[in-house]
């Protein structure tokens, strides 16, 4: 009972100080590169785009498995597990993605189906449906709600996208008490390639009960397969840095990131492309 007191109280203490909009229900930011980039990704495409902005996934090509891990301030509490796989078909791009987060004793959980589609060169749109679970132990059981998302993804200019996403545009509610609901997160951004080697993203993301977090990063091509980036996040304040390289058909990243209170969380990342070798672009 004591063990699961002070875990709960390390979760507690988690939320509380780490009060980015993401660290609940659900909306976590999940891919190792988008972590390395001050957690952006909502206006560049890439297989975790089924969770930072499914219209992203439009642009993917070839059916694409990948799994993430998250290592949150060195507490297996706090660890975050999370698989996705995108299968490109002529209608549009159809993709699934599993979260699962905390331990135990506590834990929160998210299925989903994303559907994403082009509509010309420029403009493309996305939806995705969520199950969300949130598990206490002892008397309090499982809590589980639907969710909808929708995004959209643009190049007005050349090396120009706009993109942006609503999460939980249902509004859906946790609990029937006080009203309590899963938070309504509007994040819009844009990413910018400056050359064939140099990207940047700004964003910003807004939840009407937090203060609105806003989002740099930066990714460089060092070398062909090789990538380095780097990122800033405020609310709470963080910096990050990553690598990533593309070997034939797999993309292996890895990034930490640095809290002001909480200290160092890791995070890596695999995807496996099937059919051809990969070649990583920048958006995509």
Excluded at 20 to 35: C, D, E, K, M, S
Excluded at 195 to 200: A, F, G, R
């Amino acid at each position: 009972m004591c063990k699961f007191y002070f875990s709960f109280t390390v979760i507690i203490l988690f939320v509380s100080c780490y009060q980015h909009v993401n660290a609940i229900n659900g909306n976590y930011p999940i891919g190792a590169r988008q972590a390395g980039m001050g957690t952006s990704g909502v206006a560049f495409s890439d297989l975790w785009s089924v969770t930072h902005n499914q219209a992203g996934l439009s642009l993917l090509t070839k059916p694409t498995l990948g799994l993430f891990y998250e290592n949150r301030f060195a507490l297996k509490e706090l660890g975050l597990k999370a698989a996705a796989f995108a299968y490109p078909t002529a209608s549009g791009v159809f993709a699934i993605d599993l979260m699962q987060f905390g331990y135990s004793k506590y834990n929160e959980s998210r299925v989903g189906l994303a559907f994403a589609k082009s509509f010309g060169k420029k403009f493309s749109a996305g939806i995705k449906f969520d199950y969300l679970n949130t598990y206490y132990a002892e008397e309090y059981g499982n809590k589980g709600t639907a969710i909808a998302e929708i995004g959209f993804l643009a190049q007005p200019i050349n090396h120009l996208y706009i993109g942006g996403q609503i999460y939980n545009l249902s509004r859906s509610k946790i609990a029937a008490y006080n009203d309590e609901r899963v938070p309504t997160i509007l994040t819009f951004g844009l990413a910018y390639e400056f050359s064939e080697k140099v990207l940047c993203t700004v964003e910003a993301e807004k939840d009407m009960a937090y203060k609105a977090v806003y989002k740099v990063g930066m990714e460089y091509r060092f070398m062909e397969n090789l990538f380095i980036r780097a990122g800033v996040t405020s609310n709470p304040n963080q910096i990050s840095f990553g690598i990533g390289y593309v070997y034939k058909r797999i993309k292996a990243d890895i990034s930490f990131s640095s809290h002001q209170v909480l200290g160092i969380s890791s995070h890596v990342g695999f995807t496996y492309e099937f059919g051809g070798s990969s070649s990583q672009k920048l958006v995509n």
